[in-house]
C-alpha cells in the first residue's frame, strides 16, 4: 500500500460488531469474534513466531465488545465481554477489512492476447543481481505470467541459476532440469523437431508445476519459433462465443497421461478451473498427452467438442504471441495461466538446444512479496 498508514478515526460499538471509520473517508464494520481472534497481544499471538497461541476454539462466536475507542495513534483499543483488551493498528485493520466484497478482492491483472507483441523483457545480469530487478522479473510474471530473461550465458546450468533467484528448482519426472533436444527415441514430442502444439506443461501431474523456465542455449535452426497465449484470455473468449462449452471445460475431467521406462503419469482433471469470483485459477491443456477420455457415453462428443472449442480458442492468431528464442535467453512463464508452444523445425539446419526446469508459484510468490517489504 502506498501513501500514509490509515489511522482510525471514529469507533462505534455495537456489542456483535464495531464500525470503523478511518480519516481517509473509509468505514467498514468488525464483527466481535473477528477481532477476538485476531488479537495481536502477545497472550494470543507469540511474540517470535507470529503464530496463534489464542485457542480460537474456546473463543465464543458470540463473544461481544464491550468498548471501543480509538487510541492516540489512530489505532482501535477494544475491550471484549471476556475481560480481554486488545489494541489493533489502523493500518493493520484497513488492510484486512472484509465488510465489502469490493474490500477482499484484488483484480485480476487484465488477460492479453497477440497485442502484447513480445514477453515483457529483462536482463539475466540485473535479475539474478537480485534486489529491484529481480523484483521487476517476479511482478511481471505475476501481472503477465511470461517474461523473457535476455542476455545471459548460454552455459549448461544457467537455467538453475535464475531458478535459485527465483526459488528453488522443482523437480519432476523429467529431472531437475532437462534438455530439449532432438532425440533418436525420445519419449516426448519435445524431443523431436515437430511443432508442438500451444499447451501447459505437465497435465498429468496432480497439481502441475506453477513456473516454467526454459533456456534457450543454441539455436540455430530454421522455424522453432515460440507461442505463447494466455489462458486467461482463452477464457474470456470461450465465456463470449462458446459459454456451454467453458461450462463443460471446468467440470468434466479430461485425462493426462505419460509413460516411459521409469514413469507412469496419469491425472484427471478439467481443463479449465475457476476461482469462486469466475478468475482462472489452472489452465491444463496438452493434447499430445490426452489419455482416452473416459466419460459417461452419453457425454463423450459433447466433452470433446468442448475440448476442441478450447483448442481453437488457444489457436486463435488474435491471442497467439510469437517468438523467435536467442541463445541467451530463458522465458519464465506462469505455467497454470500461460500455454506455450513451438513451431517445427528442420533439424538438418542448425542446432536447437533449451535447458528447462520449473518452480514452485508459491516460492516465487513469496520472493515476490519479500523484495517488496519496505518498497513504496
Ligand atoms: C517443452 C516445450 C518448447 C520448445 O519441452 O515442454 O514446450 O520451444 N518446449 O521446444
Ligand atoms: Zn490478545
Ligand atoms: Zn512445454
Known amino acids: 500500500m502506498s501513501g500514509p498508514t490509515p489511522r482510525v478515526q471514529a469507533a462505534t460499538s455495537r456489542g456483535g460488531d464495531v464500525r470503523v471509520t478511518w480519516d481517509a473517508g473509509v468505514t467498514a464494520r468488525f464483527h466481535a469474534c473477528w477481532l477476538r481472534d485476531n488479537c495481536p497481544c502477545p497472550d494470543c499471538r507469540h511474540a517470535t513466531t507470529g503464530e496463534l497461541v489464542l485457542d480460537q476454539l474456546h473463543v465464543p462466536v458470540d463473544v461481544a465488545v464491550v468498548e471501543a475507542t480509538v487510541g492516540p495513534d489512530g489505532e482501535l483499543d477494544v475491550r471484549w465481554d471476556d475481560g480481554h483488551r486488545g489494541r489493533f493498528c489502523g493500518g493493520w485493520l484497513h488492510a484486512h477489512r472484509y465488510d465489502d466484497p ?15 507483441g513480445a514477453p515483457p523483457r529483462f536482463t539475466f545480469a540485473d535479475v539474478v543481481a537480485g534486489g529491484q530487478g529481480l523484483r521487476s ?65 505437465l497435465p498429468h501431474h496432480a497439481w502441475p508445476p506453477g513456473v516454467q523456465l526454459l533456456h534457450c542455449r543454441e539455436n540455430s535452426v ?40 521409469g514413469a507412469d503419469h496419469r491425472y484427471a482433471g478439467p481443463a479449465i478451473e475457476l476461482d469462486g469470483a469466475g478468475d482462472l485459477r489452472i489452465i491444463r491443456y496438452a493434447p499430445n498427452v490426452v489419455a482416452p477420455l473416459q466419460v459417461a457415453f452419453d457425454r463423450l462428443l459433447q466433452v470433446r467438442r468442448a475440448y476442441q472449442a478450447l483448442g481453437r480458442a488457444v489457436d486463435d492468431p488474435a491471442h497467439v504471441v510469437r517468438y523467435r528464442l536467442q541463445p541467451g535467453d530463458i522465458i519464465v512463464n506462469d505455467n497454470h495461466r500461460v500455454l506455450h508452444g513451438r ?34
Do not use: M
Open 102 to 116: 469490493a474490500d477482499r478482492t484484488t483484480a485480476p491483472a487484465p488477460s492479453w492476447g497477440a497485442e502484447l
Open 137 to 201: 522479473l517476479l511482478e511481471a510474471v505475476a501481472a503477465v505470467g511470461l517474461a523473457v530473461v535476455a542476455e545471459g550465458p548460454t552455459a549448461r546450468g544457467t537455467v538453475v541459476e535464475l531458478a535459485d533467484a527465483i526459488g528453488f528448482v522443482l523437480p519432476s519426472n523429467f529431472g531437475a532440469t532437462y534438455d530439449v533436444v532432438t532425440l533418436p527415441d525420445a519419449r516426448s514430442n519435445a524431443y523431436t523437431a515437430l511443432g508442438l502444439v500451444t499447451h501447459t506443461d
Open 222 to 261: 530454421t522455424g522453432g519459433e515460440s507461442t505463447f497465449v494466455d489462458g486467461r484470455r482463452v477464457v474470456e473468449a470461450l465465456r463470449d462465443r462458446a459459454p456451454d462449452a467453458l461450462d463443460v471445460l471446468t467440470r468434466e475431467p479430461i485425462p493426462y497421461r505419460y509413460v516411459d521406462e
Open 343 to 376: 513451431d517445427a523445425f528442420d533439424p538438418t539446419s542448425g542446432r536447437r538446444v533449451l535447458e528447462g526446469c520449473y518452480v514452485d508459484r508459491s516460492e516465487l510468490d513469496s520472493k515476490r512479496r519479500v523484495l517488496a517489504r519496505g518498497a513504496a
